[in-house]
């Protein structure tokens, strides 16, 4: 009855679900889903290490050696790794209002975070497969 | 200075400071930050333990060094922290726990439980005389 169209949207806009930022909810999401499986994964990193305190270098190595600890390290270095890229960028974008510091800071954290993610991961393999 | 004339973040001037919940947020920010560099010296840890017992000495001798330990213990609370206040964040994600009351609870509780578990950890680690 009113002369006014419920929705301004255009349907396609609605279907796409980017939002005004064009960017939807993928940041936000995967901030939580990688924060979920961190949960899990710290925990166990803690016990882990206090595992390996108690011994010396062929204890730890042997440890972090064992298929599941190899797995679970390597899932928890690619999902911090992750979820810090997410939250390091967010208070970049707060924070740093000039632009081409944001932007040159922003790719600096995901060339050190991919560096770092990469060399953790063949340091895991190293150790698992004994090379 | 900027490129836009909005208002922007941080809006630290309509704030009342230093209530609890306030708090929590600016710590969730600064461990977040401190754990990403922290997790740079878990790159060296895993880096050394493939290198050789001769590179990890040279680690688990930095890490056990008054430096070290200071760093260690910072980092442990900010790891447990944020994975208290996290939770807290994922709880409130779904909902729940926005009445001012519960905030400021909540946040309470975080602090003192991420404080508890962090000594309940050194407790852990000085009573296997691993650090001495």
Redesign the interface.
Same mark, same amino acid.
């Given at each position: 009855m009113s002369a006014y169209p419920k929705e301004y949207r255009d349907p396609l806009k609605k279907a796409r679900g980017l939002g005004s930022a064009q960017h939807g909810v993928g940041h936000w999401w995967a901030q939580?889903v990688t924060?979920?499986a961190?949960?899990i994964l710290?925990?166990w990193l803690?016990s882990l290490v206090?595992r390996v305190? $108690?011994g010396d270098?062929a204890t730890?190595?042997d440890l972090?050696a064992r298929p599941w600890n190899a797995v679970l390290?390597i899932a928890f270095?690619v999902a911090?790794?992750w979820h810090?890229v997410l939250?390091?960028q967010v208070?970049v974008e #707060?924070?740093v209002?000039?632009?081409w510091k944001e932007v040159a800071l922003l790719m600096a954290i995901k060339f050190?975070a991919v560096l770092?993610a990469l060399?953790?991961v063949?340091?895991?393999l190293?150790?698992a497969l004994g090379a | 200075?900027? #490129?836009t004339q909005r208002p922007?973040?941080?809006h630290l001037s309509v704030y009342k400071m230093w209530q609890a919940h306030l708090v929590t947020s600016i710590l969730h $920010?600064a461990t977040?930050?401190a754990?990403?560099v922290g997790?740079?010296l878990?790159?060296w840890g895993?880096?050394a333990?493939?290198g050789g017992?001769e590179h990890?000495?040279r680690f688990t001798a930095f890490a056990g060094s008054p430096i070290g330990i200071i760093l260690l213990v910072g980092w442990?609370w900010s790891?447990l922290f944020h994975?208290c206040n996290?939770?807290r964040?994922?709880i409130e #994600?779904g909902g729940y726990g926005y009445q001012i009351v519960q905030f400021r609870r909540s946040s309470w509780a975080v602090i003192i439980v991420s404080a508890l578990l962090t000594v309940a950890?050194w407790a852990?680690?000085l009573t296997?005389g691993?650090v001495a």
């Open positions: 939580r924060a979920v961190l949960v710290s925990l803690v206090l305190l $108690r270098y730890a190595h972090a390290l270095v911090s790794f810090a939250g390091l208070i #707060d924070y209002h000039v632009r050190i770092g060399a953790s063949l340091a895991v190293r150790i | 200075m900027t #490129d922007l973040s941080p $920010r977040g930050t754990l990403s997790l740079l878990m790159v895993l880096l333990l493939a017992a990890f000495a442990s790891l994975l996290g939770v964040h994922l #994600d950890v852990c680690v296997r691993v």
